[in-house]
């Protein structure tokens, strides 16, 4: 029964964990959390909201055009 406490007690801690770190993703442009957007798209060591997109390709898209 032991043995049993053992890996109920780990594995509540990892899925605490992966909650913790999933519960973080932000973008790191705006800040907005991953909930608050429709789409949070992962870079190496970066996140972007689809809201950020859609400014960032305005601006490129106003620089080509100038």
Known sequence: ARGGDVQDALRRALQQSRQARWDSFRCSFCDAHRQDVRKLISGPRVFICDSCVGDAT?????????
Not at 58 to 66: E, F, Q, Y
């Open 58 to 66: 305005a601006v490129i898209s106003d620089v080509l055009r100038a």
